[in-house]
């Protein structure tokens, strides 16, 4: 299906899937590559992403790994600021997007720094979240911690009329690849994402280097890409809309493929 976003009164079209890059600002992310904290380090991931073709930039101010040491909420805010800062001079007409579960820092992000995504982590519906987001007039990305497909597209269901009774209008799915699910589990959601498509909502699938593959394959999250690439793949084929990765160019090569292969059959 094709998609598009308002992204701050500018639409983005998901017709051709995007690609988001990753620029985490935290000491602490599972993949020690993507950990950005000096002025230099940020500015050179930006100039990277735009030029490997990433269409969203996403900011990550707090791990959300498992057993990573929680952020306070100042810490997180202090770390976006700078981080934001920084985005804003090197590339203001970026769409960014940042990766957070606190609505005072969405709100804080949106209204000081312009973002046009918040990616919501959280565990389950946060109202108040919801409330934020819908008053703002974000984009927002639903993320599910439902081990099980059947139960996801319920939660889903409910928790998108509860969006839209509040008048959200852009919402995002992503199926929350390694939050509250198993590596079997995390398998047998890909395996039936396309169940996903029934809702009617762009998709966003964020499975870069995560232990569903480096664990999987008896490996090192460095060592994990081409793993990624693969399951990269196959959402993409599976209806993917948005590619949230570390790696950038290998990402974009994946949908110009994909993209190549499904026009020959339409």
Do not use: W
Not at 28 to 42: A, C, V
Not at 80 to 106: C, M, N, Q, W, Y
Not at 131 to 147: F, I
Not at 236 to 258: F, N, P, Q, T, W
């Amino acid at each position: 299906m094709d998609y598009t976003l308002n992204c701050n009164g500018r639409l983005l079209d998901l017709s051709t899937p995007q690609v988001m890059g990753i620029l985490n600002v935290t000491p602490d992310s599972f993949y020690e590559g993507s950990r950005k904290q000096t002025e230099e380090e940020i500015v050179q991931r930006i100039r990277q992403i735009q030029t490997e073709g990433g269409g969203i930039i996403d900011i990550g101010g707090c791990s959300t790994r498992p057993g990573a040491d929680c952020a306070t909420e100042a810490e997180e805010m202090e770390r976006l600021r700078f981080a934001l800062g920084i985005v804003r001079k090197e590339a203001p007409d970026a769409v960014v997007s940042v990766d957070t579960f606190r609505p005072d820092v969405a709100r804080m992000a949106v209204e000081e720094y312009g973002v046009s995504i918040i990616n919501d982590v959280s565990e389950g519906a946060d109202e108040r979240m919801f409330r934020t987001v819908a008053r703002l007039g974000v984009v927002y990305v639903l993320t599910s911690v439902q081990p099980v497909m059947r139960e996801m597209l319920l939660h889903f269901a409910r928790e998108v009329d509860m969006l839209r009774s509040l008048g959200q209008k852009d919402i995002i799915l992503d199926p929350g690849f390694g939050f509250g699910k198993t590596l079997e589990q995390n398998y047998e959601v890909m395996r039936q994402i396309e169940q996903l498509q029934m809702l009617h909502l762009p998709l966003l699938v964020g499975i870069s280097r995560k232990s569903m593959i480096y664990k999987l394959l008896e490996q090192e999250p460095s060592q994990a890409l081409n793993g990624t690439t693969v399951l990269n793949t196959v959402a993409l084929m599976k209806g993917a809309s948005i590619l949230r990765v570390h790696d950038v160019r290998e990402a974009v090569e994946c949908v110009r493929i994909v993209t190549a292969m499904s026009s020959q059959y339409r």
